[in-house]
């Protein structure tokens, strides 16, 4: 009789290890428990810790509440300027409903991989090029906002989403590179032309301070024979003084102002007998030979 009972007490707490073993269950800090009885919700969601579940009857699933990273596939698309472009992304999303995670859809991590996709096709279609280079963070917003809408009814917040890379066609590529070359030649034009328009007004100030003191100019040459000096080479430079240059010109002027004033007459004068008045002579008819005195 009592080994009977030895035997039943025995039987009864391995079945009851048995029990808890099947029935115990540990949640994580960042989980979530969504219990099923016979396919039916049952209660509250089950929080972090030590729960119990009935086996065979009751079925748990456990929800990750982290945010998940997911990476988008590279979606191949046109752009509104008709340019073939290749764009990959990433998307950060997490739960913050488990019932409708588990109940809504069937898979929530798959059905957000496919919308992104399809929503990166879209927002592909409706950008130009330079908008989807220059200006992706307006891209990411209404990314966000296209796939936001929908993921709310599956317990699913979107918290964001970033393009990652352009993949561009080669002839696009070299494109671009020539007009940012150009762009960038038609700018440092501008620069040196804007340069030597302000060289320009700083030297015409010289000039002018330059013509009231006639000696600045000589001093602003022996500088410039100074600075010439200096470099090693073999060139020899002799400085001719300006006054000489002014001295010379002013004596040309001077002589052909004389020339002018005083011209030679064509007629030259006979010299007079006595008592009489001075003939001028006459110059010899074109073609008539003159007489010669025999």
Known sequence: ???????????????????????????????????????????????????????????????????????VPAQDGITR???????????????????????????????????????????LGKSDLDELLSNREKLNQGLELMM?????EWGVTIDRVEIKDVSLPEGMKRSMARQAEADRE?????????????????LAQAAAVMSEQPAALQLRLLQTVVAVAAEKNSTLVLPFPVELLRFLERAGDQHQQEEQTSPRTATQ??????????????????????AVGG
């Not at 936001?148 to 709310?152: L, T």
């Not at 038609?186 to 700083?202: G, Y």
């Open 1 to 71: 009789m009592l080994q009977g009972l030895l035997t039943a007490l025995v039987v009864t707490g391995i079945a009851a290890v048995l029990y808890l073993a099947a029935a115990a269950r540990v949640i994580r800090q960042y989980e979530r428990g969504v219990v099923l009885r016979f396919g039916r919700l049952m209660g509250a969601v089950r929080g972090p810790g030590f729960t119990m579940v009935v086996p065979v009857v009751d079925r748990m699933h456990k929800v990750n509440m982290q945010i998940v990273t997911m990476p």
């Open 81 to 123: 300027d008709n340019v073939t472009v290749r764009v990959d992304a990433v998307i950060y999303f997490k739960v913050v409903d488990p019932v409708d995670a588990i109940i809504r859809v069937e898979d929530y991590r798959f059905a957000v991989s496919q919308m992104a996709q399809t929503s990166l096709r879209s927002i």
């Open 269 to 290: 004068m006979e010299s007079p007998a006595d008592g009489e008045p001075p003939v001028p002579a006459r110059p010899p008819l074109a073609g008539v030979p003159e």
């Open 148 to 152: 936001d809408s929908p993921a709310v």
């Open 186 to 202: 038609r700018r440092s034009r501008l620069i040196n032309a804007d340069a030597e328009f302000q060289a320009s007004k700083k």
